[in-house]
Structure formats: structure tokens, C-alpha cells
């Protein structure tokens, strides 16, 4: 049987870039240099899902560059979409500027251009922290600079065409009675509400009329304007069912992945791409949304937002890229209590890397280390860092509210787990103090246990809620293990694995007084 030839580092993002490789060779194209792009929605706080959008189109350029070929990535942000809705936690006086484009409305907090700017500027800086570099574009000059004309004007004139399309394919018949294109209103500055109903292509001008309309089950009233406008230099913008593929083909974009709530758009846009404007689409990935711990969509408009830089208070940026790169297929349950396992996991995959943790699995190591290398934007470390278990770090911040990174410090140095200080695991005791201080409860872990683990669990339970204080916790729970015929090795690692989430930590029993014995016996007796 002949091995399976491992495609660039190993993992699902090398796939896609050899993916779309192939179907560029099929297609004849140029590849010079080629351009993946994300888009980055303006008109609501970027979470980390949006972040995920523009880090995984990056990691397909990576991809694309060590197969060695010159690649791009281009952010753009549709600064130009009109407000639906104000997220939570903004100003009630956003209410009279909703319809209208998020590059024309304030910035209520004063420290941007615009509205429209205020949310790209937080997304992009989650980007700068991560290490991702990027074209940026914005929807505003886009259009201003007439760099989508040419299209605009080829989608005008096929728009009934497009219209019956749209209804066939999604079954939304606005576009048989209005064109796929909003004028800003001249008038009232509203998106919209300004309709357009006839395009006369010998002037490039859209007519239009300003009338109430329907935004997110709310009319917005219109100003009844009857207008026109020049597609060429008045501002207005495509319908999103149309927009992305005129971007493609102006933009000369291969790579686009979606979210599956717009699966709708990215089948028309295909559409309108390859019959339309007679540039072929580019290649895609869908992938799924992050779910709040309810299992709600994590949205801009529901207030359950994870921010990166929220995330980065109480993690590193390894994290959010170990979450975005370990697999893009399947909806995941997201919150802040998966910083501990992740930030972890990355320490694993690091030993896996430096050969620290033997891994006899071939295909499990080259795509462990695939994995490493990206989440090190292919550029990891010459050598390994010093790694201190975060839910040991955690648990020790809990403990230690004044001079906290002094006193942690000498508690890892007392337990063996570091021999001297050092800056980085400074940076680790304040992320973990942060998180210690802001979520109190620690996600329970799922443990297979047998009677006799749980028979030992519930004496132990005992000994440490006794009045008196047990004279050596350590030979306690050597001498409970022996007892009931579980070996003491096992019989550790299965109370590291309840307290810190892992197999190993430093000497048990110390480290049991240090928290709090009652403290830790509570969190015992739930696994019995």
C-alpha cells in the first residue's frame, strides 16, 4: 500500500490551498500573484468569529506562499452597509441614523472618523495583535473612487436576468421589482430606504424614490425623494446578492471563505460571477458559526460578543489562533472558560514539537506540528519555552490577591515547576489573575471512573472536610489509594486531572493546602 503523500504542513488549510491550486491550473489563470480576501462587517462590534474570517484566509495565503507562490490577503470592510440595528451597549441616539451607511454617521465615542471606522479600527487591531498582515480596503473609497463601475454597470443591465435568478435559486422576488443597487439618498442620507426602479446605462444613472421600508421587522421611514443618481460618482452601493461578485472580479479575489447565514448571498454572487461578468468565482470554504454556551450564535446584535481583545485580557494570542486553526468544519461552543484548555493544549503541542512528548503516530505528529507551525504563522520558535499548566497558574491567583506575581512566582519555584523567574511567565501569572478574578467557576471535566476511584474520591472527601487537619496529605491519599486497591500513581493523576484539568502537576499535597483543603474537597465530591 503506498503512503499518502502530505500536502504542505499537514493540515486542512494546505488542502484548500492545493485545492485551489488545482482548480486555478484548470482555469488558466495567472498566478502571479494571488489574492485571498475576508470581509469585515462595519455596522456591528467584530467578534471572533469575524476575527476567525480573516485569520483563516490568512492562513490559506501561508499556505499559498509555502507552496511558493505570491499571495495577498485583502480586508475589506463594508463601511458602506447602512445601520440595521444599535448593538448593545451603544447610544438610543444612533436611532436616527439608522438605513444610513456606517461610514456617514458618527463615531459616538469620538475617537474615529466614523461609526464605520470605530468598528473596522477594533477588528483590525485584533488582527495587528495576532501577527496577521493585510491589505486594507475600505467599501467607502471603493465606490467613491468608481473602482466598481464597470461592474455595477454590466449587473444593471442584466438586472431582470439577475432578479429571476435571485428568485429561482433563493426565492426572494424584491429584485424582479427593484434593481440590486441602493443610492444613498441625496436627500436624507437614508440606504435603504432609496430604491432604485430604472437604470438608463447610456448616462450610468440609477432613478430612484426615498419610501418607508422594512429593517429587521422595523419600518424606517423614508423622506419620499424622487431621485437620480450617477453610478459612477454619487454614493450607493450593490445589494449584498450582487456585491461580492463585482468586488471578485474588480479585485481579482481566488480565495473567499463564508459563514454558512450567508449561504444564500455566496450562491447568487457564484452565479453573477461566472454568467454575468464572466469571471469565475472564487474558490470556497464554508464554515460553521461560533455558538455561545447556550448554544445561541455568538452575534453582534445578541450582546454575547467575545471581542479579541477581551480574549486577550485573560489569554495570549496562541489561543485565538490554536481555536482558529484547528479545524474550521462543525459549530463549536465558545466562552472565555476555554482559554485554560487551549492555552494548555498549545504547551502540548509545543513538547509534541521539540520532541519533548514522543508521539509514535506518524500522521498524528505531522499534523500536530503542521498545527504548531501555523498557529506560529509559520515562523515557530527556534526552541522551546517554559511551560506552567494555566489552571495550576489560575488556581494559585485565586489564592494570592496581593503582590500576586511575586508570591505565584515563589509558589512555582517552591513546587519545582520553574527554576527561576522570567518575564514571560509574568505576562502568564497576570493573564491567569485576570481570568481568576473574572470567572470564578472552572469548567468540570468529563472523567471516567470506576467504584473504586470513587469509593477513594469520597474518603478523601472526608479526610479533607475532618476538623482536624490531616498531619501529611500526601501519605493521606497514598495510604486511601492503597486501601481500596487503586494504584496511588492512578489514583494522582485522576485528582491533578479534577484540580488542574491535567495528569501531572507539582506534589500533590502541598499544593492541596495551598488552595485550601476544604476548598479542594468540594470540588472533589462532585465526581462521587
Not at 28 to 42: H, P, Q, T, Y
Not at 211 to 232: F, P, Q, R, Y
Not at 460 to 477: C, F, K, R, V
Not at 491 to 498: A, E, G, K, S, W
Request: charged fraction near 30%; charge should be negative.
Amino acid at each position: 500500500m503506498s503512503e499518502t503523500k502530505t500536502i504542505g504542513k499537514g493540515i486542512w488549510i494546505d488542502k484548500l490551498a492545493q485545492e485551489l491550486l488545482d482548480r486555478e491550473k484548470v482555469l488558466g489563470r495567472n498566478l502571479d500573484l494571488i489574492k485571498v480576501e475576508s470581509g469585515l462587517g462595519a455596522s456591528g462590534i467584530p467578534h471572533i468569529g469575524s476575527l476567525g474570517d480573516a485569520v483563516r484566509a490568512y492562513g490559506v495565503k501561508l499556505a499559498l506562499e509555502n507552496f511558493g507562490y505570491k499571495s495577498e490577503l485583502i480586508a475589506y470592510s463594508d463601511d458602506l452597509d447602512g445601520l440595521r440595528k444599535i448593538p448593545e451597549g451603544f447610544p438610543d441616539s444612533l436611532e436616527e441614523h439608522i438605513a444610513k451607511p456606517v461610514s456617514l454617521i458618527p463615531d459616538p465615542f469620538g475617537c474615529h472618523e466614523s461609526y464605520g471606522m470605530h468598528m473596522s479600527s477594533i477588528l483590525l487591531d485584533g488582527l495587528d495583535k495576532v501577527g496577521v498582515k493585510y491589505e486594507f480596503r475600505r467599501a467607502v473609497d471603493t465606490y467613491k473612487q468608481g473602482l466598481l463601475k464597470e461592474q455595477i454597470h454590466t449587473i444593471l443591465q442584466n438586472s431582470s436576468k439577475i432578479g429571476d435568478k435571485i428568485s429561482e435559486l433563493v426565492g426572494q422576488d424584491k429584485f424582479q421589482k427593484y434593481l440590486p443597487y441602493f443610492p444613498v439618498c441625496a436627500n436624507c442620507s437614508r440606504l435603504y430606504t432609496a430604491e432604485s426602479t430604472e437604470y438608463l446605462p447610456d448616462e450610468r444613472k440609477v432613478l430612484y424614490k426615498c419610501h418607508d421600508t422594512e429593517i429587521g421587522s422595523k419600518i424606517v421611514k423614508g423622506c419620499n425623494h424622487d431621485g437620480e443618481a450617477d453610478i459612477t460618482k454619487d454614493l450607493g452601493k450593490l445589494a449584498w446578492k450582487v456585491e461580492f461578485a463585482a468586488r471578485w472580479a474588480a479585485f481579482d479575489i481566488r480565495f473567499e471563505a463564508y459563514g454558512k447565514d450567508i449561504m444564500d448571498s455566496v450562491k447568487v454572487n457564484d452565479w453573477v460571477a461566472d454568467e454575468i461578468l464572466n469571471y469565475p468565482h472564487p474558490h470556497h470554504v464554508k464554515y460553521e458559526m461560533f455558538l455561545d454556551k447556550g448554544g445561541k450564535k455568538i452575534s453582534k446584535s445578541l450582546g454575547n460578543v467575545i471581542t479579541a481583545q477581551k480574549w486577550l485580557e485573560f489569554g495570549n494570542t496562541k489561543s485565538i489562533l490554536l481555536l482558529l486553526y484547528k479545524r474550521i468544519t462543525g459549530a463549536r461552543e465558545l466562552g472565555f472558560e476555554d482559554i485554560p484548555s487551549l492555552m494548555n493544549e498549545y504547551n502540548e503541542l509545543e513538547d509534541i514539537y521539540f520532541g519533548r512528548i514522543k508521539v509514535d503516530n506518524q500522521a498524528k505528529l505531522i499534523k500536530s506540528n503542521g498545527l504548531f507551525e501555523y498557529v506560529n504563522l509559520l515562523n515557530p520558535p527556534k526552541e522551546s519555552s517554559t511551560h506552567v499548566n494555566f489552571r495550576l497558574l489560575i488556581e494559585l491567583s485565586k489564592i494570592f490577591k496581593e503582590d500576586r506575581i511575586q508570591r505565584v512566582m515563589k509558589k512555582l519555584l517552591d513546587y519545582g515547576v520553574i527554576k527561576n523567574e522570567q518575564p514571560e511567565i509574568e505576562k502568564l501569572i497576570e493573564l491567569a489573575g485576570n481570568f481568576a478574578d473574572e470567572f470564578d467557576q472552572q469548567e468540570k471535566i468529563e472523567i471516567d471512573l470506576d467504584e473504586l476511584a470513587k469509593k477513594s474520591l469520597k474518603e478523601l472527601t472526608n479526610a479533607l472536610n475532618s476538623e482536624e487537619e490531616p498531619e501529611d496529605i500526601q501519605n493521606t491519599i497514598y495510604q486511601i489509594a492503597k486501601s481500596n486497591d487503586v494504584q496511588p500513581k492512578d489514583f494522582f493523576r485522576i485528582l491533578y486531572q479534577i484540580i488542574l484539568g491535567t495528569s501531572r502537576g507539582p506534589k500533590i499535597g502541598p499544593f492541596i493546602s495551598d488552595i485550601g483543603r476544604k476548598k479542594v474537597a468540594k470540588t472533589i465530591s462532585e465526581y462521587v
